[in-house]
């Protein structure tokens, strides 16, 4: 079964930093790209990145470029967002996704419960 | 603002047939293709439809996608109060590099 879990989420003081990671299982994880979606409170969903299965693509929502990074270790089958300068309009719950095909970075298969990110001073 | 346009809000009785519609551009669902989330409350979002009509394993054929041009629909047949939640769809964007998901439509089954 596939398994996707989120974690690393809080509160968070506006301008500090966290890394998100999402831990992975029930596939082979190196095999499939993978993204992050959030959602603030009250709002839709929205894309925030997403990175090829060897790394070496990553691709980042428009307003979102320069303070998050997503990064992958294939040893461990975990995914990784680094978000700096954190706003308090970053709030809200972020998931992790596989990425079903290898030509559409929206088809995203399978997904976690979601970490909740709170910035708040 | 999204810029890939949804309704709001439809509704429609248990049984009955909805669509909802998603309208782009020339640079998203012109030339690349559409999914369809279901996000039900307090639930991870779900697949329903990718690469524009094609449904992951186990989502009934109730659920159907089409794409015209620049915009695309998803139909719910047979409704049934478990259906009602926010759908969205989501497109790559061949001109900005990113994924585009649309505002979301809430679904209502009366």
């Known amino acids: 079964e596939v398994q996707l879990v989120e974690s690393g989420g809080g509160l968070v003081r506006p301008g500090g930093s966290l890394t998100l990671s999402c831990a992975a299982s029930?596939?082979?994880?190196?095999?499939?790209?993978m993204g992050w979606v959030r959602q603030a409170p009250g709002k839709g969903l929205e894309w925030v990145s997403c990175i090829s299965t060897s790394g070496k693509y990553t691709y980042y929502g428009d307003s979102l470029k320069g303070r998050f990074t997503v990064s992958r270790d294939n040893a461990k089958s975990s995914v990784f967002l680094q978000i700096n300068s954190l706003r308090v309009d970053d709030t809200g719950i972020y998931y992790c996704?596989?990425?079903?095909?290898?030509?559409?970075?929206?088809?995203?298969?399978?997904w976690g419960q979601g970490t909740l990110v709170t910035v708040s001073s | 603002q999204s810029v890939l346009t949804q309704p709001p809000s439809v509704s429609a009785a248990a049984g009955q047939k909805v669509t909802i519609s998603c309208s782009g551009s020339?640079?998203?669902?012109?030339?690349?293709?559409v999914t369809w989330y279901q996000h039900l409350p307090g639930t991870a979002p779900k697949l329903l439809i990718f690469d524009i009509n094609k449904r992951p394993s186990g989502i009934p054929d109730r659920f159907s996608g089409s794409k015209s041009g620049t915009s695309a629909t998803l139909g719910i047949t047979g409704l049934q109060t478990g259906d009602e939640g926010d759908y969205y769809c989501?497109?790559?964007?061949?001109?900005?590099?990113?994924?585009?998901f649309g505002g979301g439509t809430k679904l209502t089954v009366l």
């Open positions: 020339n640079s998203n669902i012109g030339k690349n293709y």
């Open positions: 029930g596939f082979t994880f190196s095999s499939y790209s």
């Open positions: 996704a596989s990425i079903l095909t290898h030509y559409n970075w929206n088809d995203m298969g399978s």
């Open positions: 989501a497109s790559w964007d061949s001109g900005l590099s990113v994924v585009l």
